[in-house]
Nanobody, 124 residues
Framework: QVQLVESGGGLVQAGGSLSLSCAAS????????MGWSRQAPGKEHEFVAA????????YYSDSVKGRFTISRDNAKNTMYLHMKSLKPEDTAVYFC?????????????????WGKGTLVTVSS
């Protein structure tokens, strides 16, 4: 069983930057693909980014490509999401996810573990 804990959310002005972390425990972090999804108020979960178990492959949704960077440190059992040029429409609860493959995380149907989320609010 893998436990995922997000941190780093908060309030930021449009155009600003913010970094999120996801700390994993209780399992073999390095064997899991990881990713981030988000849910804005009144909207469905949206895939944001995914990274392979080794960190060699990354994927992004079109809405964040070029602005967000996903990375991981397997020695620290931690995944990161560096966000820049933030927009009000990026406001959402951001969730950390783990699964067998980046494809499963991207599609949402292959997620084995979820974090509880961290709120990111971007003011205009």
């Amino acid at each position: 069983q893998v436990q995922l804990v997000e941190s780093g959310g908060g309030l930021v002005q449009a155009g600003g930057s913010l970094s999120l972390s996801c700390a994993a425990s209780g399992g073999t972090f390095r064997t899991n693909a990881m990713g981030w999804s988000r849910q804005a108020p009144g909207k469905e979960h949206e895939f944001v980014a995914a990274i392979s178990s080794t960190g060699g492959s990354t994927y992004y949704s079109d809405s964040v490509k070029g602005r967000f960077t996903i990375s991981r440190d397997n020695a620290k059992n931690t995944m990161y999401l560096h966000m820049k040029s933030l927009k009000p429409e990026d406001t959402a609860v951001y969730f950390c996810a783990a699964g067998a493959s980046t494809m499963g995380i991207r599609g949402g149907d292959g997620i084995r573990y979820w974090g509880k989320g961290t709120l990111v609010t971007v003011s205009s």
